[in-house]
């Protein structure tokens, strides 16, 4: 590929791909993601505000049972973000390129940028405190609204789940240079640090750092070299599925271990970061060889959570502080163990059915204009 093909409108080695193909397997995977990231939230946030913290007395010491729950619960579904940004970037490279960079950077700004702007606008007027999760309405001046804003666009701090979507911007800003790379045969070892970089550079939250994007930048590569490469991709999952479960199994038997041992920090690397990225690209591969594995059929239980998966993103994270905003108005302010652990499996539920609902709806009433509200 010489600099005149790589400077042109359209990748000619995307010009090719089908316009509207449907890839079934990510399909479906994109449904899993979507639910493992309620689930991380679902029962999280009832640890938080019914386990480990009171709201009304602050730090209590949790149970045993909260403590397992939470143990399970990270080492399962923490970092499920990267899931998203691996199908990220295999979606681009499979289906989008074709479309031209000014079609690509058009279609980021009106289907994620405007409803995120939407979602955080309308947040911000009534967020959530930072250390209870209680709901409280912004109480200053338009302008301490509009500085506030600002600010919570730029870090997504609008709410717990939106830091994700400036880092999101990022790749998207980091795109044509990746898929430059990935177009080079010479330029592989840059690749290879690419992918490799996060088991360096570890993910923080809720601070606003130069290692988030690094951190994802890994699997959005990955995903955009899937995506180029997509059957033959497919068929070395299928072929590893084996060994890539045993990798998943072993690196969440050492995340739990690192918990119970209180291992994390070898200097600024976080090891259980680390060894979550290995995790969650071995849980991709099996996800998607099982999928695939199915041929083209599509779940009933994830069909919709696929089809809706980014305004459910925007949506469920509110749904879920309302609820437990509910039960704490309700009396409550304690939960054992076992209501926490079915409890989890019930607010899972309702925040899918609820987002689900909301972005139907939106879709329905507002037809491809409900794009630039919710992403859907």
């Not at 209180?262 to 690209?281: C, F, H, M, T």
Request: net charge positive; charged share 10%; hydrophobic share 55%.
């Amino acid at each position: 590929m010489d600099a005149t093909a790589l400077a042109a409108d359209v990748p000619p080695p995307l010009a090719a791909r089908p316009a509207r193909e449907f890839l079934a397997p990510v399909h479906a995977f994109r449904g899993f993601a979507i639910a493992m990231v309620i689930g991380a939230h679902s029962w999280s946030l009832l640890m938080f505000t019914f386990g480990a913290i009171d709201p009304a007395f602050g730090p209590v010491a949790p149970e045993t049972g909260t403590l397992l729950i939470g143990l399970v619960v990270e080492t399962l579904f923490h970092d499920s973000t990267v899931f998203f940004a691996l199908i990220s970037g295999l979606l681009f490279t499979r289906v989008l390129g074709d479309r031209g960079w000014p079609s690509f950077f058009r279609s980021k700004l009106l289907n994620v940028a405007m409803p995120y702007l939407v979602v955080s606008a309308l947040i911000s007027l009534y967020p959530s405190d930072p250390v209870t999760f209680r709901l409280t309405p912004f109480s200053g001046s338009g302008t301490d609204y509009l500085a506030q804003l600002g600010t919570n666009l730029v870090t997504g701090g609008a709410f717990f789940h939106l830091w994700y979507i400036p880092v999101l911007f990022v790749l998207y800003a980091l795109t044509p240079a990746v898929l430059w790379l990935l177009m080079r045969p010479s330029a592989a070892p840059l690749v290879w640090a690419i992918v490799t970089a996060p088991l360096l550079a570890s993910r923080v939250w809720p601070d606003l750092s130069w290692t988030n994007p690094v951190y994802f930048l890994g699997p959005y590569t990955i995903g955009m070299w899937a995506g180029l490469n997509y059957d033959a991709a497919l068929a070395w999952v299928g072929r590893h599925g084996g060994a890539l479960t045993a990798v998943a199994v072993a690196f969440s038997v050492a995340i739990a271990a690192m918990f119970v041992m209180d291992i994390d920090k070898a200097g600024p690397v976080s090891l259980r970061e680390s060894a979550w990225y290995v995790q969650k690209l071995a849980l991709s591969g099996v996800a998607l060889a099982w999928f695939a594995s199915r041929g083209g059929s599509r779940s009933r239980l994830l069909d919709p959570l696929a089809t809706f998966a980014f305004p459910i993103y925007f949506i469920h994270g509110y749904v879920l502080v309302v609820v437990c905003e509910l039960l704490l108005n309700g009396g409550i302010t304690r939960l054992s163990p076992l209501t926490i652990f079915l409890g989890g499996f019930a607010l899972w539920m309702v925040a899918a059915a609820i987002s689900i609902a909301v972005a139907s709806g939106a879709r329905a009433l507002l037809g491809r204009q409900s794009r630039l509200i919710l992403g859907a």
